[in-house]
């Protein structure tokens, strides 16, 4: 059973462009949670996510920034126009149901720098 | 507001000495705890967790954590670190009736021969 998968692991782009980060849970999992940690600090929650449904995107930033999870295929965080600011390291978690008490197991990544 | 205070950014411990880190939280009801470590360039692994019952939890790697009510701690232990222990430590709190992990900043171990 493959952990939660992401890719890229590593992206650059420059300012302006789009970056695409995918996240593929665990099997079996339908709950999809995004963090973002900024150099020499912890993850910040940014959104929930289950199959076609957001359910809290209350740490997303208000423009530019959007994410999914559709019924086939991976979950997406996207961020348009990026700004150097956006550089930082991007985890996905999943779980299998939903709950304060639920582990959920992270990808290992993907470490977003903006030129 | 729920939060995670871990005021140790940087620990440097000995090969073989014990460890503390050392974890605070703030939170209104009985919490989710949560113990991570971060390997360089990798993901996160839970070590521990604690829910109810006996407030010291065992984890993996041979790590242990004692939640204190009376102090809203809940302090990562190890009697002998080793050289593959170094890498950084997250405190969590699992909000009850939700869904958010809140993650304190972390905590950086060096372990040095």
């Known amino acids: 059973n493959a952990g939660v998968m992401q890719n890229p692991r590593h992206l650059v782009r420059r300012r302006g462009q789009e970056a695409r980060l995918r996240c593929s849970p665990m099997?079996?999992?339908?709950?999809v949670y995004w963090y973002r940690q900024l150099p020499e600090e912890g993850l910040k929650f940014m959104v929930y996510?289950?199959?076609?449904?957001?359910?809290?995107e209350s740490g997303m930033p208000k423009e530019r920034f959007s994410a999914e999870f559709p019924k086939e295929g991976p979950s997406i965080l996207r961020i348009q126009q990026v700004v150097r600011g956006d550089s930082a390291a991007y985890f996905c978690?999943?779980?299998?149901?939903?709950?304060?008490?639920?582990?959920?197991?992270f990808g290992q990544g993907t470490r977003l720098t903006v030129v | 507001a729920q939060s995670v205070t871990q005021p140790d950014i940087h620990i440097t411990v000995s090969e073989g000495a014990s460890l503390e880190l050392r974890c605070n939280y703030s939170?209104?009801?009985?919490?989710?705890l949560f113990w991570y470590v971060q390997s360089p360039g990798q993901g996160l692994q839970l070590l521990l967790k604690?829910?109810?019952?006996?407030?010291l939890v065992q984890g993996i790697k041979g790590f242990e954590a004692e939640f204190k009510r009376s102090q809203s701690s809940f302090n990562l232990r190890k009697p002998s670190v080793h050289w593959s222990d170094a890498a950084e430590y997250f405190c969590?709190?699992?909000?009850?009736?939700?869904?958010?992990?809140?993650f304190g900043a972390g905590t950086r171990l060096f372990v040095k021969a």
């Open positions: 978690a999943s779980s299998p149901i939903e709950g304060a008490e639920t582990e959920a197991f």
């Open positions: 099997k079996g999992h339908s709950h």
């Open positions: 996510l289950q199959k076609e449904n957001i359910i809290d």
């Open positions: 939170y209104g009801a009985t919490p989710y």
């Open positions: 604690y829910f109810s019952g006996d407030t």
């Open positions: 969590a709190v699992g909000v009850s009736g939700g869904f958010k992990t809140i």
